[in-house]
């Protein structure tokens, strides 16, 4: 399992598994992890442009990839240059639609939203 062997602290909750809230950074940050709410917002995701804390957002889904940087084979850079930002377009154009859940499914902490909670 790559997620496992290059990345393995990427994984910070589970997603959609109700009741319970989602992974500590997000459930703390309000962004809506665990079972349902308004995902991460935006602004939640901004927050997060650094080597050692490293949010993108690929495709309307918010992954944490910090762990991920030193072993991404485009260089760090290629990575941190849209932390905290929508990478979809430039992800797109370089990598094939499988790639995220071929490799690094577990980076996967959400999902774009208003963060507002579902009625």
Do not use: Q, R
């Amino acid at each position: 399992d790559v997620i496992g062997k290059y990345a393995p602290d990427a994984v910070i909750g589970m997603i959609g598994g109700g009741g319970g809230g989602g992974g500590g950074a997000v459930a703390a940050a309000g962004g809506g992890g665990g079972g349902g709410g308004g995902g991460i917002t935006m602004a939640e995701v901004a927050k997060h442009t650094t080597k050692s804390d490293c949010w993108v957002v690929v495709a309307g889904e918010v992954l944490d990839v910090t762990s991920f940087l030193s072993e991404h084979p485009g260089g760090e850079l290629a990575i941190l240059t849209f932390a905290g930002k929508d990478a979809t377009e430039e992800f797109n154009m370089i990598h094939p639609p499988d790639v995220i859940g071929k490799y690094a499914p577990d980076a996967v902490i959400g999902k774009v939203g208003t963060g507002a909670p579902v009625a």
